[in-house]
């Protein structure tokens, strides 16, 4: 069962490669990372398919849209939020 396990984790890397973060650390960028890659790798996947005929070019850019406002708001979350100086209410 380990030798399955270890081809599904391999074929999972090749199939969706992630690079290594080499920005400032915190772990706000580090996610924040993750979720630009996760937009890429989906943004590739969405391209591939519109352009062999399995999606509209209106779905598609659709899809896109949708997932460039979930990578905006996470922006907003976790870096926007995080630079903000805490607020002092007197």
Do not use: H
Request: aromatic share 8%; with cysteine.
């Amino acid at each position: 069962m380990g030798d399955r396990d270890e081809m599904q984790q391999r074929r999972e890397e090749f199939i969706q490669p992630l690079g290594r973060y080499r920005g400032p650390f915190s772990p706000q960028q580090l996610a924040f990372n993750a979720n630009i890659q996760e937009f890429a790798y989906r943004v590739s996947l969405l391209c591939g398919l519109e352009t062999s005929g399995k999606l509209s070019a209106e779905d598609t850019y659709q899809q896109i849209k949708q997932l460039w406002a979930t990578l905006k708001r996470s922006k907003q979350e976790l870096l926007d939020t995080a630079a903000e100086p805490p607020s002092q209410d007197d």
